[in-house]
């Protein structure tokens, strides 16, 4: 499997994990803070087991600008499937403008 695949793959993983534990959270509006905090915690140590390795193998085949870029626009189609779903905030035409615009500096970060 190519690296920029392979980084591909890792980094969509990292980022549901990540998105659970930063956003998850949301939808548990009477749980005590310090228990959102610890289970946050505990679910970012699985992001960052598949984001140190993303970035390692990325590396091998992009520029670090090139990964970040790729990162931050896996993000956010990760969020806003999350947003949608699991925070019923559905789909705004505004926010896929916005992400297209941000596709947009993916395509030309990696020209």
């Known amino acids: 499997m190519d690296d920029r ?10 980022n549901v994990f ?3 534990a930063w956003y998850g959270h949301l939808r548990f509006k009477k749980a005590p803070l310090i228990v959102a905090i610890v289970a946050s915690w ?3 140590f699985f992001e960052y087991c598949l984001q140190v390795p993303a970035n390692r193998v990325g590396y091998k085949a992009l520029s670090a600008y090139q990964l970040k870029v790729m990162q931050e626009a896996i993000t956010l189609i990760v969020f806003m499937v999350f ?3 699991w925070l019923g905030e559905g789909f705004q035409l505004k926010y896929l403008a916005s992400f ?8 030309v970060a990696f020209r």
């Open 5 to 14: 695949l392979k980084a591909a793959l890792l980094l969509l993983c990292s």
């Open 18 to 20: 990540m998105t659970v």
């Open 83 to 85: 947003a949608a779903v």
């Open 42 to 44: 505990g679910i970012a």
């Open 100 to 107: 297209a615009l941000i596709l947009t500096a993916v395509v």
